[in-house]
Nanobody, 126 residues
Framework: QPRFVESGGGLVQPGGSLRLSCAASGRTFSNYNMGWFRQAPGKEREFVATIHGSGVTTYYAGSVKGRFTISRDNAKNTVFLQMNSLRPEDTAVYYC???????????????????WGQGTQVTVSS
């Protein structure tokens, strides 16, 4: 079973930027569509962004579109989430997730993802 490890979280002021990384073990990383989700205290986990295994197609939640960018480097088994213009409401634990079913369809439902990282905390506060 592959493992996914997030990094790059931290404390940032409103308007600042962070870049999250999610490193995967195994040799089939390019077969997975990858997603980023987040969960704030007292709230349900919510979809943030997703990217096709090829890296060509992406999709974003409306709340982050234009501010966040998802990308991947299949040679390094890593997916990234560049977060700009951060807001206090972006504060959450961010998780990467892998959909092991190779498909042209990108999913926003967390139930469609098979493997999850442990999460990394992002706090946006002055």
């Amino acid at each position: 079973q592959p493992r996914f490890v997030e990094s790059g979280g931290g404390l940032v002021q409103p308007g600042g930027s962070l870049r999250l990384s999610c490193a995967a073990s195994g040799r089939t990383f390019s077969n997975y569509n990858m997603g980023w989700f987040r969960q704030a205290p007292g709230k349900e986990r919510e979809f943030v962004a997703t990217i096709h295994g090829s890296g060509v197609t992406t999709y974003y939640a409306g709340s982050v579109k234009g501010r966040f960018t998802i990308s991947r480097d299949n040679a390094k088994n890593t997916v990234f989430l560049q977060m700009n213009s951060l807001r206090p409401e972006d504060t959450a634990v961010y998780y990467c997730a892998a959909d092991r079913v190779s498909s042209i369809l990108l999913h926003i439902e967390s139930s469609k993802y098979d493997y999850w990282g442990q999460g990394t905390q992002v706090t946006v506060s002055s």
